[in-house]
C-alpha cells in the first residue's frame, strides 16, 4: 500500500514561484505514470502534468511552459516546479498515480496565488 504526502504550498503573489514535493510512504518505483492534480473552489479536479517512467512529462495547456514535473525514485518523490504563478492557480494540489486511484488521494496541499 503506498501513502502520498503532497508539501510545499504557501501564498505567493502572481509572477512567483512554489515548488510542491510528493512524497511516497512505499516504492513508487513500479508506478508508470504519476500526475499532480489540482481542485479550486467550485470547479473539479484536473490533471494539471504527468510523467512517465523514463521521465516523458505531458501538461495541461494551462501550464504548458510554467510547470516542471520530475521524479526521484530512490527518493521515492514526485516534484511540481511551479513558475510564473498566476490567481487562477490557486487551488489545492495533489499527486496520485494516472489514472488516479481512490485510495492514494492524500489530503493535498493549497496553493494560493494573489497580491
Known amino acids: 500500500q503506498v501513502q502520498l504526502v503532497e508539501s510545499g504550498g504557501g501564498l505567493v503573489q502572481p509572477g512567483g514561484s512554489l515548488r510542491l514535493s510528493c512524497a511516497a510512504s512505499?516504492?513508487?518505483?513500479?508506478?508508470?505514470?504519476m500526475g499532480w492534480y489540482r481542485q479550486a473552489p467550485g470547479k473539479q479536479r484536473e490533471l494539471v502534468a504527468r510523467?512517465?517512467?523514463?521521465?516523458?512529462?505531458i501538461y495541461a495547456d494551462s501550464v504548458k511552459g510554467r510547470f516542471a514535473i520530475s521524479r526521484d525514485n530512490a527518493k521515492n518523490t514526485v516534484y511540481l516546479q511551479m513558475n510564473s504563478l498566476k490567481p487562477e492557480d490557486t487551488a489545492v494540489y495533489y499527486c496520485?498515480?494516472?489514472?488516479?486511484?481512490?485510495?492514494?488521494w492524500g489530503q493535498g496541499t493549497q496553493v494560493t496565488v494573489s497580491s
Open positions: 510523467i512517465i517512467s523514463g521521465d516523458y512529462t
Open positions: 512505499g516504492s513508487i518505483f513500479s508506478i508508470n505514470i
Open positions: 496520485n498515480t494516472h489514472p488516479p486511484r481512490y485510495d492514494y
